[in-house]
């Protein structure tokens, strides 16, 4: 049954060490606020996975908390590189880390076999393509009924997800809003959930039923978290910080910067930050 708690109870209650993680939000509700806390609680040998790895996932990187990567695309959306991952894959800085990549449709059909309880995902992909051959796990067969040959991926099937959204009622019903991405498939997929919210509102009464994305029997803990994607954007509540992409990268390019700025900004910090973070935002969104 979904709890609501305060995000560090739901973060120690749901991941230990040596689990695999995703931490999912494509462009849009990124979990920083609950990378953050797990971050603050010092997890390692973790796998982690996620669609276009960015900021939250260079940090984690950067700390040492990783084990493996699962990912498709990693960077800085509209900047470039994400220089704590690079360092780790290429230096073994602060530690080697193994790394599995796919396409975004790989991806995206191993979570949704993952949420359909299937052990893989069979699909057209990754014709012409080279990723096959530095990545066993793409592997192909032939269709009994069409012989067509088709990829096969295997199913991801986290231990625990983590999403941010923008309300949940207070049954534990979550509504997601705008982008959606992989968040629905993350969560079903997974055994555990965590999801971050701006806000907790009564019911859902004045909405379309279709909008409630994930009914709270798939979750088990919600945080209340304000500005929790923050720098991502929150579909009306607050737009993109693009100033700290853009900072990141020079922040990141530097060992001792990045460690005095996570310190400074994480490990110091807390959830209670995120709604300041988001202020000037909340006019553009």
């Known amino acids: 049954m979904v709890k609501f708690l305060p995000l560090k109870e739901a973060v120690a209650e749901n991941l230990q ?17 609950a990378a953050h806390e797990a971050i603050r609680q010092g997890f390692r ?20 908390m990783a084990r493996k990567i699962i990912f498709s695309y990693v960077g800085n959306p509209g900047v470039g590189l994400l220089r704590r991952a690079r360092d780790a894959i290429e230096n073994g800085f602060p530690r080697a880390i193994e790394i599995e990549e796919h396409s975004h449709a790989g991806m995206a059909n191993a979570y949704e076999a993952g949420a359909a309880g299937l052990p893989c995902a069979i699909f057209r992909g990754y014709r012409g393509a080279g990723l ?7 592997r192909s067969l032939t269709c009994p009924f069409s012989g067509e040959v088709l990829a096969a991926v295997p199913s991801i099937r986290p231990d625990v997800s983590f999403i941010h959204a923008q309300k949940a009622d207070r049954k534990g019903n979550v509504l997601v809003e705008g982008i959606i991405g992989i968040q629905k498939e ?5 055994r555990r959930a965590v999801v971050t919210v701006e806000e907790v509102v009564d019911n859902f009464d004045d909405l379309h039923p279709n909008l409630t994305v994930l009914p709270s029997w798939t979750i088990s803990a919600i945080s209340v978290v304000p500005g929790g994607s923050h720098p991502s954007y929150a579909h009306g509540y607050y737009a993109r910080d693009n100033a700290a992409y853009l900072e990141w990268d020079e922040i990141a390019a530097d060992r001792d910067r990045f460690q005095a700025w996570m310190q400074r900004n994480v490990i110091e910090g807390s959830a209670d930050d995120f709604a300041a973070r988001v202020e000037h935002l909340r006019k553009a969104a």
């Open 186 to 190: 993350a969560v079903l997929a997974a």
């Open 132 to 138: 096959a051959s530095v990545n066993p796990n793409i």
């Open 17 to 33: 060490d040596g689990e695999t993680a995703a931490f999912e939000g494509f462009t849009h509700l990124i979990p920083t606020a």
């Open 45 to 64: 040998d973790l796998t982690l996975i996620r669609m276009t790895p960015d900021l939250i996932y260079d940090q984690m990187i950067g700390m040492g």
